[in-house]
C-alpha cells in the first residue's frame, strides 16, 4: 500500500538516478553527424537538439528567415558563469552554397566550445562566442539537390536567373570591381542594391548589434577552398591601420595549422592576392567596428592530396572539420590574447563608418550610405 512515506522513498530512489540517466543520455545523444554532409534539417536538428541539452551555456536564436523561408540561426556560447557583455568573437559559414565543408566546421566548433567545453574553457572565459553555421540555406540546399557549383542566394532576378552572391552584397565599395558584379545572372553578381538580401542583412544586424554594444572583437568567415587567411581591405588595397595585428594573428594560425597537420595556409591582405572588389562581409565588418576581420579560406585537399575544393569526399569531412578548428581556435586563443578585457575598445565605431562615407564611396552607395546614417542617429537619438 502506498503510504506519503512510500511515495518520496520512491521518487528518490528510482525517479531521480532515472531523471539523471535520461539527462546523460539526453546528453550524450548530442554527437555531430561527421560522416556525410548535414542537410539544412540535419543542422537545424542539431542545434535544437545542442541548445536543449546545454541550455545553460547555450542559447538558439532565430535572427531571420531566408528568401525561401528557411530559420537563420545564431548560436550564442558562454561559459555559463552568467556575466553580460562579455567581448564577442563572431563567427558565420556558408555564405557561398556550395562551400559545404564551411558549415560542417562552424558545427565541428560549436561541438568543441560546448560538448568538448572542458577542454576549450579559456576560450570562453572572458569572450563569448556566436556562430552562424548557415548563413545561404536557401543555396545550400539548391547546391545539394540541384545544382552543386551553386554559390548564391535563391532570389529571382528577373530573365530568368536568380540568386545574388552574399559576399559581394554589404555596402563597402559595393558593384566596384569588375563587370560581372552588376550582372544579374553571374555567380559574382552584387544584388540590385547593397543588403538587397535577407540573409546578408541578418549578418550586418548582428555586427552592428555587437559593435553598438562594445562586444565586438573579432569577425571570423568560413570560406573554402583557397588555403588562406585573408583581411581586410578587399575593396581598396591601402593597409588597415592594425594590419601588424592582421598579420601577426594570420601568421599564427597558419602556423598552428601547419604544425599540426602539415598543411599550408598562407596569410595574405586580400587585395594584394585578389585585386580590388567591394560588398565583401569582412570589410564592411572591419569598416563599421570590428577591430579585427578574416576570411579564413579553408583546404579542401583530401587526406589523399587530392585537390577536391568545395566538395570533400564525405570520410574526410572529419579530418578537415578538425584541421579547420586547429585554425579557429588559434584565431581565439590570439585574439584573446592580444585583446584583454583591460584594452579598451573603441566606442560605437560605426559614426565611423558615416564619417568616411563621403570619402571612400561611390554615388552608387548613396541610398545605402543615407539608410546606415539612418540607423546610426536613430540608435543615437534615442538612447540620449
Ligand atoms: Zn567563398
Not at 554527437?31 to 534539417?41: N, P
Not at 538580401?197 to 541578418?202: A, I, K, W
Not at 599564427?252 to 580590388?276: C, E, H, L, M, N
Not at 589523399?304 to 578548428?325: C, G, M, Q
Request: some cysteine; charged content about 20%.
Amino acid at each position: 500500500m502506498w503510504t506519503p512515506l512510500c511515495a518520496i522513498v520512491f521518487l528518490v530512489v528510482i525517479v531521480s538516478p532515472l531523471a539523471e540517466t535520461s539527462s546523460i543520455r539526453r546528453r550524450k545523444s548530442i554527437r555531430l553527424q561527421l560522416s556525410d554532409y548535414l542537410s539544412y534539417d540535419g543542422v537545424m536538428s542539431y542545434l535544437d537538439r545542442l541548445a536543449i541539452a546545454h541550455s545553460d551555456r547555450v542559447t538558439l536564436k532565430e535572427v531571420g528567415r531566408s528568401y525561401e523561408n528557411r530559420a537563420l540561426k545564431l548560436v550564442m556560447i558562454t561559459n555559463g558563469d552568467g556575466r553580460q557583455g562579455k567581448r564577442v568573437i563572431f563567427l558565420d559559414a556558408a555564405l557561398h552554397a556550395r562551400e559545404w565543408m564551411t558549415p560542417a566546421a562552424a558545427l565541428y566548433a560549436i561541438n568543441k566550445l560546448v560538448v568538448e567545453f572542458e577542454e576549450n574553457a579559456h576560450l570562453l572565459a572572458d569572450f563569448d562566442w556566436h556562430i552562424m553555421p548557415l548563413v545561404n540555406p536557401d543555396g545550400y540546399e539548391y547546391s545539394r539537390s540541384k545544382d552543386r557549383y551553386w554559390r548564391n542566394t535563391r532570389t529571382p532576378n528577373g530573365g530568368g536567373c536568380f540568386g545574388t552572391n552574399l559576399n559581394r552584397n554589404f555596402e563597402v565599395g559595393w558593384a566596384e570591381g569588375f563587370p560581372e558584379l552588376k550582372d544579374p545572372c553571374d555567380e559574382n553578381y552584387a544584388g540590385n542594391e547593397p543588403f538587397s538580401e535577407v540573409e546578408s542583412r541578418t549578418v550586418r544586424d548582428i555586427m552592428h548589434s555587437l559593435v553598438e554594444s562594445e562586444r565586438a572583437v573579432m569577425y571570423l568567415s568560413l570560406h573554402t577552398a583557397n588555403r588562406s587567411v585573408f583581411y581586410p581591405w578587399v575593396y581598396e588595397s591601402t593597409p588597415v591601420p592594425n594590419q601588424g595585428e592582421h598579420d601577426e594573428i594570420a601568421k599564427y594560425v597558419a602556423d598552428q595549422i601547419f604544425q599540426s597537420t602539415g598543411t599550408v595556409i598562407k596569410p595574405r591582405q586580400a587585395a594584394q592576392y585578389s585585386g580590388t572588389f567591394g560588398g565583401t562581409s569582412m570589410d564592411y565588418a572591419y569598416k563599421v567596428g570590428f577591430p579585427l576581420s578574416f576570411v579564413f579560406e579553408m583546404s579542401g585537399t583530401g587526406g589523399d592530396h587530392v585537390e577536391y575544393k568545395f566538395f570533400p569526399p564525405t570520410w574526410d569531412i572529419r579530418r578537415l572539420a578538425d584541421e579547420s578548428w586547429t585554425g579557429i581556435r588559434a584565431f581565439g586563443e590570439k585574439v584573446i590574447e592580444i585583446y584583454p578585457p583591460s584594452r579598451q575598445l573603441k566606442p560605437s565605431q560605426i559614426q565611423r563608418l558615416t564619417g568616411s562615407a563621403s570619402r571612400n564611396w561611390g554615388l552608387s552607395s548613396m541610398v545605402g550610405t543615407t539608410t546606415l546614417l539612418l540607423v546610426y542617429f536613430t540608435n543615437n537619438f534615442v538612447s540620449h
